[in-house]
Every structure is written in structure tokens, then in C-alpha cells.
């Protein structure tokens, strides 16, 4: 269970370190409040010359999106959904949620919901682990468990 705490200027952020490049991440999450979760991953060190996460699947109980991340060492940078779909995930109803990255390219997947997709060349690059982040009011919560990550055999170079 996680959440967001403003006054004690904490952010409801967790991660877990999990080397990887293309890799299928499965994860079950359930809002109890919460106005929205994040899972994030961002670049190895010495992957890219950015700065910042490499791209988020964010979901809100009325949508979701795959969003390419800013480089936070760029002030003209700015982030940017690469593909979003109006949705509605309730209020204490788990949900799994599974993201394919392989190469460049991005899916995720929720039962019942049509998949995102999305692509950028900087998403085919070694990865650290992964990030969770829950946003929305104090003592809003989201929970999450059953975390899976599998490697995939890497696309051939052409």
C-alpha cells in the first residue's frame, strides 16, 4: 500500500531494482483513494545523455496513457503522451496490469480495456529497475502486488 503525504513532504514513491532491457513487467494495483499510479522506468547510467524517466504508464480512474518522460537536464523538454484512451478503473477493484517493452516499442495491457501502444527509440535501452508512484489528496491510497518481470531474448540488430 502506498500514498502521498504533502505535509510531511513525502511523495508516495517506491521502487525495486531489477536489471533489465526488454522485458514484459506484470503488476496488480487497486485505487483506495488515490487519484492516479505511475509505473516508471528510466535509463541505465551511461544509456542516454537524459536526464528523468524514460516513460510511465499512468493510470487515474478515468484514464490512462503512455507518456515519454522530459529530460529534466533540458528546459525546453517536455514530456508527452504517445498514446491515451479515456477509461474507467473503480475504486477498490484490483487490476493487472502488464507492460511489454521490447525495443523500442511499449504495450500495456488491462483486462477489458483496448491496449496502448507506443514507441521511441530511446525505450530499446537498459533499464535499472522500476518505479511506482501514487499521487492524489493525503491518506488517498492505491495498493499494489504480485509484481512479475520477465527478460525477453533481445530484437536482433538489423
Given at each position: ?107 500495456a495491457h488491462v483486462e477489458g480495456k483496448q491496449p496502448l501502444?507506443?514507441?521511441?527509440p530511446d525505450f530499446k535501452v537498459k533499464k535499472p529497475g ?8 493525503d491518506n488517498g491510497e492505491a495498493s499494489f502486488d504480485n ?12
Amino acid at each position: 500500500r502506498a500514498s502521498q503525504d504533502r505535509e510531511a513532504g513525502k511523495l508516495g514513491l517506491f521502487s525495486r531494482e531489477q536489471p533489465m532491457q526488454d522485458v514484459v513487467i506484470q503488476i496488480d494495483f487497486k485505487f483506495d483513494g488515490a487519484r492516479g499510479i505511475n509505473v516508471s522506468v528510466n535509463p541505465s547510467l551511461g544509456e542516454l545523455t537524459k536526464h528523468g524517466h524514460l516513460y510511465s504508464v499512468m493510470i487515474s480512474p478515468r484514464m490512462w496513457n503512455i507518456t515519454e518522460h522530459n529530460d529534466k537536464s533540458d528546459r525546453k523538454s517536455q514530456s508527452k503522451a504517445l498514446a491515451s484512451a479515456r477509461e474507467t478503473f473503480d475504486q477498490g477493484r484490483w487490476y493487472s496490469l502488464l507492460i511489454e517493452n521490447k525495443g523500442g516499442d511499449v504495450v500495456a495491457h488491462v483486462e477489458g480495456k483496448q491496449p496502448l501502444r507506443a514507441s521511441s527509440p530511446d525505450f530499446k535501452v537498459k533499464k535499472p529497475g522500476l518505479e511506482f508512484r501514487v499521487s492524489g489528496r493525503d491518506n488517498g491510497e492505491a495498493s499494489f502486488d504480485n509484481l512479475k518481470v520477465w527478460e525477453l531474448e533481445p530484437l536482433e540488430k538489423e
